[in-house]
C-alpha cells in the first residue's frame, strides 16, 4: 500500500502553468520540477480541451489512488513536509475538492481555478542557475502574444488566482509587465489575487505606480528570489544585479507588506556551495524586513550545468565534501524560527 494513501494534493485539481517548457504554451498542473509531464499545448489546444484531457486525468487519478505516482517527491517541498496543497484527506475544507474527492471524480465540472505564466523567459538578470545569459523575448514574440491572448479570453473570467512568473521576472519581462500595467479589473472578476515571483531588482515605486490602483489592490503576495545574504555572493548569484538597490526596494517592498495591498512576502534562496554558510544572515534579512518566509531550496540543474560542475554546487548531496559542514549549519537553533520553510531540503533536516 502507498504511504500517501491517506494524502491528498489539490495542485492537479486546481492549478494550470503555461510554461516555455519543449515549446511555448506547455502545460503542466503542477510544477513542472516536481511533476514533469505535460498534459498538452496551449498553442494548440483550448484550456478545456488540456484541463480534461487524458493525460490530466490519468495524473488525478494518481492523486486519489495515493499513487502519487508523476510526483517527484525529493524535490516536492509540500510533499515531504505535508503542507500547503498537500493535506491528510480528512482535513480538505475546500466542497469542491471534497466533491472530487468523495466522488474520485478525474473530470472536473469547473475550469482552471489556480493560472500560472511561466511561458516567458524574459528576465533582466542572467542568474547562473537558471541561464547563461540575460533573455529578453523576440524570436518568440508572436507565440507568447498567441498564448497570452487565449488565457485572458478563456480563463481570466473563471480563474481566482493569478501567478506571474516562475520563469523569468513580470517587470523585467515586456509581456508580463505591459500585461499588468493594461490589466482591467471587469476582464477578470473572480482573480482575488495575483502573486508576483520576482527578483525584485526593477520593483521600484515608479514601476508600481504604473499599475492601476484597482490591480495593484489584488497583488497580495510575492516572492523574492535572491539567493545571497551579501553584496559579494549575491553579484554572482544574481547576475547583473544590484545588492544596494535590492535592499531599497525590499524596503519599499516591505512598507506594501506593512501597509497594504501585501498580506505575505516571502524570500528565497536556492542553497547551493557558495552560500549555504550564509543561511543563517538570510533569516536575519527576511526578519530585517518582516516578511512572511524565508524559503530555502536544492539547487536543480536546469541544463546550464555540465553534470561535474552541478555536482560540485550541489551541496545537498551527501557525497559532497561540504555536506557535513552544510548539515552543522542547519542545526543553528534559527532554522527553528516559524518563518523558516526548508522546502525539499526538510527530510536532510530531519536527518540532523
Not at 503555461?18 to 502545460?27: F, R, S
Not at 500585461?179 to 526593477?202: C, F, G
Request: aromatic share 10%.
Amino acid at each position: 500500500m502507498s504511504e500517501n494513501r491517506h494524502l491528498f494534493c489539490s495542485k492537479p485539481f486546481t492549478w494550470f502553468e503555461i510554461t516555455h517548457l519543449k515549446k511555448i504554451g506547455e502545460v503542466f498542473l503542477c510544477c513542472p520540477a516536481w511533476l514533469d509531464t505535460s498534459i498538452g499545448n496551449l498553442q494548440d489546444q483550448s484550456i478545456e480541451e488540456i484541463w480534461n484531457g487524458e493525460k490530466a486525468q490519468e495524473i488525478r487519478r494518481s492523486i486519489l489512488d495515493g499513487s502519487f505516482t508523476y510526483c517527484n517527491r525529493s524535490r516536492c517541498a509540500f510533499l515531504q513536509t505535508v503542507s500547503g496543497p498537500v493535506e491528510k484527506i480528512e482535513d480538505v475544507k475546500d466542497n469542491d475538492l471534497k466533491t472530487v474527492i468523495e466522488n474520485e471524480l478525474t473530470l472536473l465540472p469547473y475550469g482552471p481555478k489556480q493560472i500560472i505564466c511561466t511561458y516567458d523567459k524574459s528576465c533582466n538578470l542572467s542568474c547562473p542557475s537558471c541561464r547563461i545569459n540575460i533573455i529578453i523575448e523576440k524570436k518568440n514574440k508572436k507565440q507568447i502574444l498567441r498564448v497570452q491572448h487565449k488565457i485572458q479570453q478563456e480563463a481570466m473570467k473563471h480563474a481566482n488566482y493569478l501567478h506571474i512568473t516562475g520563469s523569468g521576472d513580470p517587470f523585467g519581462s515586456p509581456f508580463f509587465r505591459k500585461w499588468l500595467q493594461t490589466m482591467k479589473r471587469k476582464d477578470m472578476p473572480n482573480i482575488d489575487k495575483i502573486h508576483l515571483q520576482t527578483n525584485a531588482q526593477l520593483w521600484t515605486v515608479k514601476m508600481w505606480d504604473t499599475i492601476a490602483k484597482d490591480i495593484q489592490q489584488l497583488i497580495k503576495s510575492a516572492d523574492i528570489s535572491i539567493d545571497a545574504a551579501n553584496p559579494e555572493t549575491y553579484a554572482i548569484n544574481r547576475r547583473g544585479g544590484s545588492f544596494a538597490r535590492l535592499l531599497e526596494n525590499l524596503k519599499f517592498i516591505s512598507s506594501l507588506r506593512k501597509n497594504g495591498p501585501l498580506e505575505w512576502v516571502g524570500i528565497s534562496m536556492v542553497v547551493q556551495k557558495n552560500n549555504f554558510k550564509e543561511m543563517p544572515d538570510f533569516v536575519r534579512l527576511g526578519k530585517y524586513f518582516n516578511f512572511d518566509t524565508v524559503y530555502f531550496s536544492q539547487l536543480v540543474n536546469y541544463g546550464t550545468y555540465s553534470e561535474e560542475e552541478f555536482r560540485n554546487r550541489a551541496v545537498h548531496f551527501p557525497t559532497h565534501p561540504s555536506h557535513y559542514e552544510f548539515i552543522d549549519i542547519l542545526n543553528d537553533t534559527i532554522f527553528n524560527e516559524p518563518l523558516v520553510h526548508l522546502g525539499n531540503l526538510t527530510e536532510i533536516a530531519l536527518r540532523r
